[in-house]
């Protein structure tokens, strides 16, 4: 059963080598993110799953002690998705959202439970999503969840996708929704909607959704909100 999950965003930018000068910008962002792992580290979960955008469609599985690197962005950081080894992991690398994901432990100093990572890409429908996330809820008797992924990439005239006017209004009710641990609203995230405006963390959050009782035990908490370089970013927790 899910007892809590902490939600995150997953730009390479979050990584201070990777940021460089930069890195001060998101320094707000990285300590909502570090409240967030505290949460979740607070439930004692017996299991943690990292949920994060992939490439292909997955659901696409990586065992504890996966690596992921930050090379193609021109910094020689690697990262192991938690401690010690797990399955088989030989051949297999972190996308770029996990690797983010296991920074993000490693900063935190995460050693509470087995750790083991899934990719969920972008055509990946919503009712697969709920189905891998009900799949993962019933992997331990406390299931933790770590979520990556970005909301729109659309909000300033420079952001990666140029400027929607539907962006703004997508991602305020996307923050009210993960801040209220609003599983409904999840589920019916507009798909067609969420890929125009370049949304990586639609799978992973309709995952969640997925994932979530539905009895409302969960109550969340919006951490942080706010869109540098013109993608938002939110951090959430539901305990």
Same mark, same amino acid.
């Given at each position: ?8 965003? %997953?730009?390479?930018?979050? $990584? ?44 696409? @599985?990586?065992?504890?002690? #996966?690596?992921? @690197?930050?090379?193609?962005?021109? $910094? ?38 087995? $750790?083991?990572?899934?990719? /969920?890409?972008?055509?990946? #429908? ?27 990439? %659309? ?27 609003? #599983? ?6 507009? #798909? ?6 370049? /949304? @990586? ?37 539901? @305990?």
């Amino acid at each position: 059963m899910l007892v809590a999950a902490a939600v995150c965003p %997953c730009p390479p930018l979050l $990584v201070p080598e990777v940021a460089a000068g930069a890195a001060p910008e998101l320094d707000a962002a990285r300590a909502a993110c570090t409240d967030a792992l505290g949460v979740l580290a607070a439930a004692r979960p017996d299991l943690l799953v990292v949920v994060g955008p992939s490439v292909g469609t997955g659901p696409e @599985s990586y065992p504890q002690g #996966t690596p992921g @690197s930050f090379r193609g962005f021109g $910094v020689a950081r690697d990262v192991r998705l938690g401690r010690g080894e797990g399955g088989d992991t030989a051949g297999r690398e972190l996308p770029h959202g996990l690797a983010v994901g296991a920074w993000l432990l490693e900063r935190t100093g995460w050693a509470d439970a087995p $750790v083991e990572g899934r990719g /969920v890409g972008e055509p990946l #429908t919503a009712e697969r999503c709920a189905e891998e996330g009900e799949d993962i809820a019933c992997r331990a008797e406390r299931v933790g969840m770590l979520v990556l992924g970005d909301a729109s990439a %659309c909000r300033t005239l420079k952001a990666p996708g140029y400027l929607d006017e539907r962006a703004a209004p997508f991602d305020a009710e996307l923050a009210r929704a993960l801040g209220a641990a609003d #599983t409904g609203a999840l589920r019916a995230l507009d #798909t067609g909607l969420a890929r125009e405006l370049k /949304v @990586s963390g639609r799978a992973p959050w309709q995952v969640l959704a997925g994932a979530a009782p539905g009895d409302g035990r969960l109550e969340g908490s919006l951490l942080y909100d706010d869109a540098p370089y013109g993608v938002g970013y939110l951090v959430a927790t539901w @305990s």
